[in-house]
Each structure stands twice: as structure tokens, then as C-alpha cells.
């Protein structure tokens, strides 16, 4: 059916320009001058004219279905190009789209990551927070407990302090063997004086029935702070003892020496300043 369509258009083109050719003005113009110079133009003649009017309109006809099926062609292959340009622009942008799925793949899985990652960090916070509000609770229990026992030591100590001031100072003077040589002088003698009560600080004076040289006083057993210039020898047969710290008590008595030269025994006994 197409190809009958198709032919049918060709032999009317082939037509229209034989047509055109044999009504032209030109030939019109020509057949006509001959007519009338010489004589009319023989039957034969006219029919071989006319054959060639109808080659060439044949070949017009020909021609323009050529021109138009190259410019069909032509605009075929154009239309193919800018078709194949842009198959792959779509082709560029789904790759495009693509890369930029991959990528919101990929941030989305960074921004999981780092949630996940956020989420453990506050999970950790979370856990020492707890424990440092534990470790706050136990301080503070601990801090309460020092504080109930420093008012039940407080107590105890001021109840202490209450039955020795009821109670008159006592003093004992244990008399201790030398433990050697002293160069300081020809004789010397300890005495370990024992108390029933915290004294401090201990200002006591050394009084002897003799002479001595030279005396000194401590805690025994602990290191001694004296007063300085408020201790030392005030008379021939009297020191004066004058230590800051620490206290002498009952548990950490008094050890008291005294240097001299005479060869008698020299008592000696403490009296409060």
C-alpha cells in the first residue's frame, strides 16, 4: 500500500512538472514564433518533444524526490545525533545521579557512624556521670561519718578534759639508769617523770638541792620544739623548761637529765611556772 501511495505521488510529480514545462511561457512563446515564421511543427516532432518534455520532468521529478529524501536523510542523521547527544547527556546525568547516590549512601553512613559514635560518648558520659554521682554519695557519707566521729571524739575528749581538770595534777619521777659517758661532766643523771594528764605546752622549772652544770628536758620518744630563749639555766641550781611541742601526757612521759660534778646524789624536783 505504501509503495502504490508512494508511486502514485511520483507520477503526479512527474506530471505537474511536464505540465509545467510544456504550459511554460518560454516554450509557449517558441512553438508559437516558429508557427508563425515558418510552417506548423510536424506531428512527430511535437510527440518527440514532448517525450523529452517527459524525461526531463521524469528527471525533475526524480530529482526533487532525491533532494528531499537527502534532506530527509540528512535531517534523519541530525536528528540522530542530537537523539545520541542526548542519550548521553541522560547517560552522563544517571551516572551522575548515581555518584551522588553512592555519596549520600556513603555521608549517610558516616552520619549513622558518627550518631552511633555520639550515642556511645553519651552512653559513656552517662555511665561516669553516674559513677562520679555515686563516688559523691559515698564522699558525702564518708564525710558524714568523719563528722559524727570527730563530734563523738569532741565529746569524748571534752568529757576527758572534764574528768582531768576534776582531778589534781599527778607527777612521778622514775629515776633511770645512765647509758653512758657524758663529757659534759663528771656525773649526770635521767629521770623519766610520768603524768596523769595532757600538758601542753610544758613549762616546768628544774630545781635541785645542788649545783649542777647543765640540764634539758623532752618528750620522750617524739621530736621536741623548745621555745627558744625561754629555756635554758635561770640559776646555779635551776633550769627552766620550756617546750612548745609535743604535749606531755601520760602515755609519753617527760625525760629529764641533769650534768654536775659532785659525786653525792643531786635531788632535783619540777615546780609549774
Known amino acids: 500500500m505504501r509503495l502504490v501511495q508512494?508511486?502514485?505521488?511520483?507520477?503526479?510529480?512527474?506530471i505537474g512538472q511536464w505540465a509545467t514545462l510544456v504550459t511554460g511561457g518560454v516554450v509557449v512563446a517558441v512553438l508559437t514564433l516558429w508557427e508563425k515564421r515558418?510552417?506548423?511543427?510536424?506531428?512527430?516532432?511535437?510527440?518527440?518533444?514532448?517525450?523529452?518534455?517527459?524525461f526531463i520532468a521524469i528527471f525533475l521529478a526524480w530529482e526533487d524526490a532525491h533532494r528531499?529524501?537527502?534532506?530527509?536523510?540528512?535531517?534523519?542523521?541530525?536528528?540522530?545525533?542530537?537523539?545520541?547527544?542526548?542519550r548521553q547527556d541522560s547517560r552522563d546525568k544517571d551516572r551522575q545521579i548515581t555518584n551522588l547516590g553512592t555519596?549520600?549512601?556513603?555521608?549517610?553512613?558516616?552520619?549513622?557512624?558518627?550518631?552511633?559514635g555520639i550515642s556511645n560518648r553519651d552512653n559513656?558520659?552517662?555511665?561516669?556521670?553516674?559513677?562520679?554521682?555515686?563516688?559523691d554519695q559515698q564522699i558525702s557519707a564518708l564525710q558524714q561519718q568523719i563528722q559524727d566521729e570527730h563530734?563523738?571524739?569532741s565529746e569524748l575528749q571534752l568529757r576527758?578534759?572534764?574528768?582531768?581538770e576534776a582531778e589534781p595534777e599527778r607527777t612521778t619521777a622514775l629515776e633511770i639508769p645512765p647509758p653512758g659517758k657524758e663529757v659534759q661532766a663528771r656525773h649526770y643523771a635521767q629521770f623519766m617523770v610520768l603524768t596523769n594528764r595532757t600538758i601542753t605546752p610544758v613549762?616546768?622549772?628544774?630545781?635541785?638541792?645542788?649545783?649542777?652544770?647543765?640540764?634539758?628536758?623532752?618528750?620522750?620518744?617524739?621530736?621536741?620544739?623548745?621555745?627558744?630563749?625561754?629555756?635554758?639555766?635561770?640559776?646555779?641550781?635551776?633550769?627552766?623548761?620550756?617546750?612548745?611541742?609535743?604535749?606531755?601526757t601520760s602515755t609519753a612521759p617527760l625525760l629529764v637529765t641533769v650534768f654536775y660534778d659532785g659525786d653525792d646524789p643531786l635531788p632535783c624536783n619540777l615546780r609549774a611556772q
Open 6 to 14: 508512494s508511486f502514485l505521488e511520483f507520477v503526479a510529480a512527474v
Open 38 to 54: 515558418h510552417k506548423p511543427i510536424p506531428w512527430p516532432i511535437t510527440r518527440w518533444i514532448f517525450l523529452a518534455f517527459l
Open 68 to 86: 528531499t529524501a537527502v534532506g530527509a536523510g540528512e535531517s534523519i542523521v541530525a536528528l540522530k545525533a542530537k537523539l545520541e547527544e542526548e
Open 103 to 116: 555519596q549520600g549512601a556513603n555521608l549517610s553512613s558516616q552520619i549513622v557512624s558518627r550518631e552511633t
Open 124 to 135: 559513656a558520659l552517662t555511665n561516669r556521670d553516674a559513677q562520679l554521682t555515686v563516688r
Open 151 to 153: 563530734k563523738v571524739t
Open 160 to 164: 576527758l578534759d572534764k574528768a582531768r
Open 203 to 248: 613549762r616546768r622549772t628544774l630545781v635541785c638541792r645542788g649545783e649542777f652544770k647543765n640540764a634539758g628536758a623532752g618528750v620522750l620518744g617524739l621530736p621536741n620544739m623548745s621555745s627558744g630563749g625561754d629555756e635554758g639555766k635561770i640559776a646555779p641550781n635551776a633550769y627552766r623548761i620550756a617546750i612548745i611541742n609535743p604535749a606531755w
